[in-house]
């Protein structure tokens, strides 16, 4: 049934902040960064990733908060990592406000750390806890607990996800100041030129680079931007973008777009965001937070039930084909479960066994230079383009010449 707050029992703690404001107020504080964030982003290698206006407007917005947690949902090579590293240590380093990362990737130890410790010092990490780690199975409790002011970056993707953000976080961060920060989500009255579907189609389920869905004035590619429009719609709770802010509140003021050019520059500003922001701070009514399914309990739904009364028929009829075999069937029989039994008792060690090939798989470099050709594939020519078919049909093309060569070879 889910979990229900009442008002009452939720402290209200309405705050007095916006990107657009975030940005105007710590502008001299940004156009100090500037050479350190483009340091960083270079480091990184990643700029498409989290653009370099989203980097100060993260910082900005981070800053003019003061959490003393922030939390990363999901990091990939690390660029929101990196930024909010920055500010914590602008805040006051590890004893005034902590980074904490999840992500299941190691992209952070294996390729940016490397990279990073020709940009920052030492002890600029201290802030951060880097976890390699399967979000859905980490316990924030303690963390959350702890905190008085939390900012959470949630930009891990899918459903299951947003499962647990909504169940399992979000009901922590109540009677508390916070803000939870989601990337991938655009709005479509200032970002989106087009609303034409293109050559992708419709939107069927998956987080990929292409194809895209509307809702309202949600545009994004993500399965969780789905749930956020559903849990904020339900609870009358404001869903924020930051493109309006700065819209409304820099772009209606001249001289604030051309002090904010002057200070920053082309590359970290622009009325250009791509994120969504909110707070039950905001909350006015009772708050709804849905029930929380783990994979173990979807895997028992999903297993068939067989009523009581099929059972005993089927029962019935096993009793009866048993007391039709010979002895001799009966000794086959008891063979063959053994075996099975057998089998079955095997079976974890192999898993076991194919689990450990597996991580010597994913841990070799040919694996890792495997994935960034991938990654960089689908960047440049997303599934369903022509640019994709047109690869593919070359890619068979040489294939079959090669197939052909080798079989007149041998």
Known sequence: MGTAVKQADVVTNHIVISPGRALWNQRGTIAELGERLKALIAAVGR?????????????????????????????GLGNSTCCFIEVANRLGGAN?????????????????????????????????????????????????????RCLILWDAHGF????????????????????????????????????????????????????????????????QAISMVDFTSRNRLPLHSAAESLHTEIA??????????????????????????FTLNEASTTLFFPPYTSMKADARKAEPQVQSDQGESQFAQLKEAAN????????????????????????????????ALWQQVQSSAGWRLLNAWRTLRDSALPENTQRRRAYESMLGHFRGIRSHNKAINS
């Open 324 to 355: 039709q075999l010979s002895q001799q069937d009966l000794d086959h029989l008891i063979d063959s479960l053994k075996t099975h039994g057998r089998e079955l008792a095997e079976m974890p060690l192999e898993k076991q066994r194919l689990e």
């Open 160 to 223: 299951d996800m947003a499962e647990w953000v909504l169940c399992k976080v979000l009901p922590q961060l109540l009677g508390k100041p916070h803000l939870v920060l989601m990337h991938d989500m655009s709005d479509t009255r200032f970002e989106i030129p087009s609303p034409e579907y293109g050559e992708t189609g419709i939107w069927k389920g998956t987080n990929a680079t292409a194809p895209s869905f509307w809702l309202g004035n949600v545009f994004s590619r993500v399965a």
């Open 47 to 75: 700029p498409t990733d989290l653009n370099p206006y989203q980097w100060a407007g993260f910082a900005a917005f981070a800053l003019e908060f003061r959490p003393d947690l922030i939390v990363e949902l999901g990091r």
């Open 96 to 148: 005034a406000c902590r980074v904490l990362s999840l992500c299941l990737s190691d992209d952070w130890f294996a390729r940016t750390v490397p990279r990073l410790n020709d940009v920052v010092p030492f002890d600029w990490f201290s802030p951060a806890q880097i976890e390699v780690a399967n979000i859905l199975e980490y316990d924030l409790t303690p963390e959350l607990a702890k905190s008085k």
């Open 252 to 277: 209606s003021d001249p001289n604030k777009m051309e002090t904010l050019r002057g200070l920053l520059g082309e590359e970290l500003f622009s009325l250009q965001a791509h994120w969504y922001w």
